[in-house]
């Protein structure tokens, strides 16, 4: 439930009070909300809140309605306004699930990185590993795309390991595609390239594997 300033009327001028995406955005998303948090906390709901973006978890639909109309009536009177299309009632019984702070969450527990997360990842390494790249692989591997894909894996580790294995795939695609080219091919790494540049010898160069981390992570008994 993003919330976000109204208009408000102060000295007979109309003043738009608003901090998105800014340094003090959270800062100040926490000062507003911090009455909110309390009332929910003594009504007996419970709340996950990170800067603006929250959610309530409750048992019925019943209940679901009852504290939504209860932030909508806090927010009235503290000059906030609920975000129109982010403000819903989700049922994790059905399918469809909901978004937060960067996961997807479904029925069954299940999560993984929302769609836009993934996007965002592959559009930066895409950067990173373009063909014409003059950098050794190594130093490519090592000083840039390691600490992208830690970070990264260190955000969404309580995923499956499904996640990362598309991903560790995305990233020695790009790279065959790099030794390609420097070998006088074109395009992308493909069929032989795959014999010829193996999976190891991305991990001998130092690659991290985001699925081999998870493994790690996730020991079998």
């Given at each position: 439930m993003p919330v976000s300033p109204k208009k408000r009327q102060s000295g007979g001028k109309l003043e738009v009070t608003k901090c998105v995406h800014?340094?003090?955005?959270?800062?100040?998303?926490?000062?507003?909300?911090?009455?909110?948090?309390?009332?929910?906390?003594?009504?007996?709901?419970?709340?996950?809140?990170?800067?603006?973006d929250f959610v309530v978890l409750c048992r019925t639909r019943e209940q679901a309605e009852e504290v939504l109309a209860t932030v909508q009536t806090w927010c009235e009177a503290a000059?906030?306004?609920?975000?129109?299309?982010?403000?819903?009632?989700?049922?994790?019984?059905?399918?469809?699930?909901?978004?937060?702070?960067?996961?997807?969450?479904?029925?069954?527990?299940?999560?993984?990185?929302?769609?836009?997360?993934?996007?965002?990842?592959?559009?930066?390494?895409h950067g990173?590993?373009?063909?014409?790249?003059?950098?050794?692989?190594q130093e490519l591997i090592t000083k840039r795309l390691n600490p992208s894909l830690r970070g990264w894996y260190g955000y969404f580790w309580r995923c499956n390991r499904w996640t990362f294995r598309a991903i560790d795939g995305y990233v020695r695609g790009r790279l065959r595609g790099i030794l390609r080219k420097r070998h006088g091919g074109r395009g992308r790494g493909r069929g032989?390239?795959?014999?010829?540049?193996?999976?190891?010898?991305?991990a001998e160069l130092g690659l991290y594997s985001l699925e081999q981390l998870w493994r790690e992570a996730h020991p079998v008994p």
């Open positions: 800014g340094v003090l955005s959270p800062l100040l998303a926490n000062l507003y909300l911090d009455a909110l948090d309390w009332k929910l906390h003594f009504e007996g709901r419970e709340l996950v809140r990170y800067a603006d000059g906030l306004q609920l975000h129109p299309t982010k403000t819903r009632l989700v049922d994790m019984e059905q399918p469809g699930g909901f978004d937060f702070l960067g996961y997807h969450f479904e029925r069954g527990g299940q999560r993984w990185p929302r769609e836009k997360s993934v996007r965002k990842l592959r559009q930066k390494l990173l590993t373009r063909r014409n790249c003059g950098e050794s692989l032989s390239d795959h014999q010829r540049w193996p999976n190891r010898y991305f």
